[in-house]
């Protein structure tokens, strides 16, 4: 035995490669058979059998596109958690090693009731009003705007909303499943019971009928843009004092429509398309014709030449209309050209407007922003100030979500962005699940995931502001809704905060370029109140208690919106 052992040996010596060779498919087998193992066990008494597997698959083969693609955001979410060293989040948010799942409520239930029994036509919910059943030629249209189609899934609340959400004045359906939009009914109406189709969304609606049209006037929100074409319609406005200088190009347009000035003027590459009679007016905003004095629009209506339907203002009262030409005035941007001396804080709970207000405070200043955090969506559009260190000094103001006394006090003055919690845990949710300007699942909003959202960030909300009107040392509180309702003076007033000089014609910029890259798009807004009545119950607690702080503070307390009713 001993002489053939001798031989292997003196072979292996000899060829150490082979020797290597062996001992690796050594380890291989060894490998395989471990695996089998493991399948083998998966596969006993208390695994899943073929028949559970087969269901799971074809379960998965119907999820949703939506579902995918929120699954895979959150994936990538998980990942870049994992990389990075920052985390904000409420502090009492730590891991317990078991979830905290209520039994036996159903928060199905509210969103079932708000759905049920609702007829659109009975309704007149400030959204919109139902106007009455219309002919629609498929020749010429009634509602001449965009359109789109479902016939799986629509709603009258999907269609007003589409239409609301690009600044129509008008929402109609019809055969059940197309949604027309409009700024004019340009058709006779007819009986109502040609529009006698049912949604094929929602059955207790009716949705038009075969060349009908169930039209409704829509109720359009301060800032919503009302557009025509690729335009969008800013309003009717007195004639300037100085009309050469506030709009230094003009011509007489034969047939004048609404397209000929707004194309005249996109080729001039002028901002402003502004209709008088049957002259054209092309220009930027400035403080001589700002947009900020709006008339009625009565006082505008005279009839274009070229198009009875539309209305091109006169000699004293114009129409004015945003074109897609780009305000250039307020695109540049660059880091402080010295290090600055004092660290600003633009702070706010997440949801609540941080960086839309980045992307203003950016334009307005011509500085970057930095964030206390990194995100690389963040820099790729455009936040160049993302990639630096929060202390560089190179940026004018800095973005932060945290609160806590030690987290506060390293800075020397902040900007507290407040925003209705109400609307910022949704926005918030949504960002969660759906990125920047994405959506979260249905899955995710019926699931368990936004009862226990809201009951770890409700209170956070509040924490935030009150560490912030506690421990900081300067502070500015700005509201959300405020900031929208009154861009210019409340903009001004940051960029004051900031100690820089104020450019008024770089502020009438701001306001054409506000929405920037990260408005969400209103075709998934929810068709239901997402917030059950214990949930609301826990939230308006806190806004009172935020409100008493602020006037604690001799500051004006939150919007009335926010109070609760």
């Not at 471990?34 to 269901?55: I, K, T």
Request: net charge positive; glycine share 10%.
């Amino acid at each position: 035995m001993a002489k053939p052992l001798l031989k292997i040996q003196r072979y292996f010596r000899r060829k150490p490669v082979r020797f290597f060779s062996l001992i690796l498919l050594y380890l291989t087998a060894g490998s395989l058979v471990f695996l089998h193992s493991g399948f083998v066990g998966d596969s006993g008494p208390g695994a899943r059998g073929g028949r559970d597997s087969a269901v799971a698959l074809e379960m998965g083969s119907r999820t949703s596109l939506s579902d995918n693609r929120g699954l895979g955001i959150m994936r990538r979410v998980f990942k870049e958690t994992h990389r990075s060293g920052r985390r904000y989040g409420p502090p009492w948010m730590k891991k317990t090693g078991q979830d905290t799942e209520r039994k036996g409520e159903d928060y199905t239930r509210n969103w079932n009731r708000a759905l049920k029994g609702r007829n659109a036509k009975d309704m007149d919910d400030g959204r919109a009003k139902y106007i009455g059943c219309y002919i629609d030629d498929t020749q010429k249209r009634a509602l001449r705007g965009v359109s789109f189609f479902d016939y799986k899934k629509m709603t009258v609340f999907r269609c007003q909303d589409n239409c609301a959400e690009r600044g129509y004045m008008y929402a109609g359906l019809e055969f059940g499943a197309e949604c027309y939009c409009g700024h004019k009914i340009q058709a006779p109406n007819c009986s109502e019971s040609e529009c006698s189709m049912e949604c094929k969304g929602e059955k207790s609606n009716l949705c038009g009928g075969a060349n009908r049209l169930s039209i409704y006037r829509l109720e359009l929100s301060q800032e919503s843009a009302r557009r025509y074409g690729s335009a969008i319609f800013k309003g009717c406005f007195h004639r300037p004092d100085n009309v050469t200088l506030a709009l230094p190009f003009s011509a007489v347009i034969l047939n004048m429509s609404v397209d000929k000035c707004v194309d005249m003027c996109t080729e001039r590459e002028k901002s402003l398309a502004v209709l008088a009679g049957d002259r054209c007016h092309c220009g930027f905003p400035t403080s001589l014709f700002s947009l900020h004095e709006q008339e009625d629009e009565k006082m505008c209506l005279h009839h274009c030449h070229g198009e009875e339907f539309e209305s091109c203002g006169n000699n004293e009262y114009f129409v004015v209309y945003q074109t897609q030409v780009p305000d250039n005035r307020c695109m540049d941007r660059h880091f402080l050209p010295t290090h600055a001396k004092q660290l600003v804080a633009l702070a706010s709970f997440p949801g609540a407007g941080n960086t839309w207000a980045r992307h203003l405070i950016e334009l307005a200043t011509g500085f970057y922003t930095g964030s206390y955090y990194f995100d690389g969506s963040l820099y790729n559009k455009g936040f160049k100030g993302e990639r630096d260190h929060w202390r560089s000094g190179r940026t004018i103001c800095i973005k932060t979500h945290e609160s806590g006394k030690k987290e506060i006090e390293a800075f020397d003055s902040g900007i507290v962005m407040i925003r209705n919690p109400y609307k910022a845990l949704m926005a918030e949710f949504n960002r969660k699940y759906g990125g920047h300007i994405g959506f979260a699942s249905q899955a995710h909003w019926r699931g368990k995931e936004w009862p226990e959202f809201v009951k770890n960030y409700a209170p956070w909300w509040a924490s935030h502001t009150l560490d912030w009107l506690r421990y900081g040392k300067n502070v500015q509180v700005v509201h959300f809704e405020e900031l929208k309702r009154d861009l210019f003076s409340r903009l001004k007033g940051m960029v004051q905060f900031l100690g820089l000089k104020v450019s008024e014609d770089r502020l009438l910029c701001v306001e054409g370029q506000k929405d920037g890259n990260f408005k969400r798009s209103g075709l998934r807004k929810l068709e239901y109140d997402p917030y059950t009545l214990e949930m609301r119950a826990i939230i308006n607690e806190l806004i009172r208690t935020v409100d008493a702080a602020l006037k604690k503070r001799k500051m004006s307390g939150v919007p009335g919106e926010y109070m609760p009713r």
